[in-house]
């Protein structure tokens, strides 16, 4: 299958600092990428869709301004937690889309710690 | 998108088959059933899709009832690397939507 890497696979920070989370499909250019979190024990909830050149949409209840998305180019899309506090310790996991099969792959998931 | 509903958890002799059952009685005509699966602390892994025909890859089958209501999803020869989280997901745009899942795991 296709392949998704996420970048960092794990981060650890203060509170109150910022952290981005790289999301990119290395095999297929993907039109759309889609961003999940994940709570232990819970599904994943899908937190926003980002679109190549235009702004993302959120999901009832993510705070944009919180989450911030850029999806500058086929291949690359970019999650930043600011302002990042405990209760945002998550997995956060990207998908890509990949058009041609109609499928989405998943990358293999970030775990961010905020202390 | 169409809910679905899933037990919570099965358990399966490794080398056996394993059949895991879903529920997607409010699916309409141009909505895809997907299957996926998450082994702990990965993203999820794409295992099939169908619409309305049974279909089989190198991992697994999915049997889709006539009325299209509710699938099977078969591991032929489950092994051990087969415990995880196994979602199906009823997609007809390109969402997809979560829900709990079935956790299988796979008894030596």
């Known amino acids: 299958g296709a392949v998704v890497s996420q970048h960092p696979s794990r981060v650890i920070c203060k509170s109150g600092t910022s952290v981005k989370i790289e999301c990119r499909s290395l095999?297929?250019?993907?039109?759309?990428m889609f961003w999940y979190r994940q709570f232990p024990k819970k599904s994943l909830m899908l937190m926003a869709t980002?679109?190549?050149?235009?702004?993302?949409?959120?999901e009832q209840g993510v705070e944009k301004d919180k989450f911030l998305i850029n999806h500058a180019s086929l291949t690359l899309s970019t999650l930043t937690v600011t302002s990042a506090h405990p209760e945002d310790s998550s997995f956060y996991i990207c998908s890509a889309r990949w058009p041609d099969y109609n499928e989405q792959f998943f990358g293999p998931g970030t775990r961010l710690t905020v202390l | 998108d169409a809910k679905t509903t899933q037990p919570t958890s099965m358990d399966c002799a490794e080398g056996r088959a394993a059949n895991l059952p879903c529920n997607h009685s409010t699916i309409s005509g141009n909505e895809y059933v997907y299957w996926y699966r998450q082994i702990h602390s990965q993203g999820p892994q794409y295992i099939i899709h169908g619409l309305k025909n049974n279909e089989t890859n190198e991992m697994a089958s999915l049997i889709i009832t006539e009325d299209r209501k509710s699938s099977t999803l078969i591991l032929p020869h489950a092994t051990l690397r087969d415990t995880a989280v196994y979602y199906c997901?009823?997609?007809?745009?390109?969402?997809?939507?979560f829900g709990t899942g079935t956790r299988l795991t796979i008894i030596p």
């Open positions: 997901i009823v997609v007809g745009n390109e969402k997809l939507t």
């Open positions: 095999d297929f250019q993907a039109t759309t």
């Open positions: 980002s679109n190549e050149g235009s702004k993302a949409t959120y």
